[in-house]
């Protein structure tokens, strides 16, 4: 999702830094910056140290919430019993862009919520102090990851609710970009 909405940002003529995780995707477009990144720590660091330049952020990244306290550079082999593995959360990329953001700059967020949709996504749209949050529904079949279609609806500070039927993801990236521009920000 986040590469339909850069492209489609950068056909209307925005310049953008595209901070991503490991994937196989590709986008070259001369407006398109990218930084990739491995970790959940070094999405943070980039996003931090990139937000105060920029007009606002699309937060599409599925950053886990926690990460291994010890993680291991080789593989770890069988053994009897069990193992016990701790997990440490990640430090919290929107709310911390929330807590920077400017009267000037814009933020949206994404939301995949299993239960209470709507309210789950409206909490963190004002807990985070993002301006847009699109919900990923996954009851949705062809919807979500691993797929080039979406089912969104999308939710804005003031309230507003906008639901979206399935449709492939660069339709979702018009739908997203253009309620992005509507807001006031």
């Known amino acids: 999702m986040g590469f339909a909405i850069a492209g489609e940002l ?3 003529g925005a310049h953008l830094i595209l901070v991503c ?12 910056t990218r930084i990739n990144v491995a970790t959940a720590d070094e999405m943070y660091e980039a996003c931090i140290s990139n937000f105060p330049s920029c007009d606002g952020a699309i937060l599409t ?11 291991s550079a080789e593989k770890i082999k069988r053994s009897e019993g069990n193992m ?23 933020l949206v967020g994404f939301a995949l919520e299993t239960n ?17 949050i699109v919900l990923n529904s996954l009851r949705e079949q062809g919807a979500g990851f ?4 979406n089912k969104v ?11 979206y039927s399935l449709k492939s993801k660069k339709e979702v990236a018009v739908d997203i970009v253009d309620r992005l521009l509507e807001l006031s920000c």
């Open 61 to 71: 990244a599925a950053v886990a919430d926690y990460s291994p306290v010890l993680a």
């Open 153 to 163: 609806s999308i939710l804005t500070r003031e309230g507003q609710v906008f639901d």
């Open 84 to 106: 016990v593995l701790e997990l440490k959360p990640n430090k919290d990329i929107a709310a911390e862009l929330g807590r920077l953001k400017r009267k000037d700059q814009c």
């Open 146 to 149: 691993g797929f080039d279609t």
């Open 21 to 32: 995780g490991p994937v196989d995707l590709q986008l070259d477009h001369p407006l398109i």
């Open 10 to 12: 950068a056909s209307r």
């Open 116 to 132: 209470n949709e709507i309210e789950n996504a409206s909490s963190k749209l004002r807990k985070k102090n993002l301006d847009m």
